[in-house]
């Protein structure tokens, strides 16, 4: 197992598992940036992870689904719903969502196939495809400085219910690790690049005029079995939040998963009315 920017990975894979992970990625349509970037082999690796940890993983995704649904119940009308960060789709009630509202809005840089084979069926559902930390083409050195990824979606009036769906860590490490790889790049940039990716998105989401819905994971704890914490990490790279609705524990890597002795465990904070807290 290795592990940068908080973020560990499992060190080798069995080949079936390997060969399952690259026919998925190449049958992805991806933007070139999500490859660049790791990211679709992120989402692949992320996707076969959740197969596997289904069981340690359900109470948080049940958590995240009843959260948002009862965020839904409160709102006054149920135009439009916008899900950032909405990936294998996991931590959102689909069913409720697609019932609920016009039309629901799923946003990611990684919409993989088995995702997109589950909304073949749905009229309501649209999918829109692009980098949320607005960073990645001006860290390739493909643009000025960074793009507004959510502008379209902040104008729309019809948006009722924005859910940042255990999106916000994930927006720096890529961008740390690629920083790492690429001191030639890093040194023409901010230095707190990643820091910034997280302070962009929580002013993107204070910007909607709709009811703003947050979940993330904030830290990681690494432990041993004899309940010893060998490290603990700050997944929002010291960005300041607000006191957060609830929280609970997020066992992402159970002892086996990462390494024999070690569990990797991440307490997730949620926001119900982010722009009001
Ligand atoms: C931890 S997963 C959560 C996925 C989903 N909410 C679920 O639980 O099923 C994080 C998601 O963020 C997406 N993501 C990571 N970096 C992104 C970026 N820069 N722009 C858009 N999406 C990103 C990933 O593709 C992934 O789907």
Known sequence: MSRRSGRWRRAAPSPERVLAQLALRALTPALPLARRFGLLQESVALWSRGLRQHKAWAEHHSRCRKLVAEVTAELP???????????????????????????????????????????????????????????????????????????????????????????????AWPVADWLEDHPERSSALPTDMPARCIAWHLDDLLRFKARVCLISDVEMVERERNGAIHDRIDLTYGVALPPEDESWPWPVAPFGEAERDREFVHRVCAWRDFRGS
């Not at 995702?115 to 930390?133: H, I, S």
């Open 77 to 171: 009308q149920r135009r439009k719903a916008v899900i950032l960060g909405s990936g294998f789709l996991r931590d959102i009630p689909l069913n409720a969502l697609c019932r609920g509202f016009d039309e629901v809005v799923l946003v990611d840089i990684v919409h993989l196939p088995p995702v997109r084979l589950r909304l073949l069926p749905r009229r309501n559902v649209r999918l829109v495809t692009c980098d949320l930390t607005g960073a990645m083409a001006w860290l390739a050195g493909e643009a000025e400085g960074r793009a507004d990824p959510l502008a379209p979606l902040i104008a729309d009036e019809a948006v009722d219910l924005v859910v940042s769906a255990n999106l916000l860590s994930q927006l």
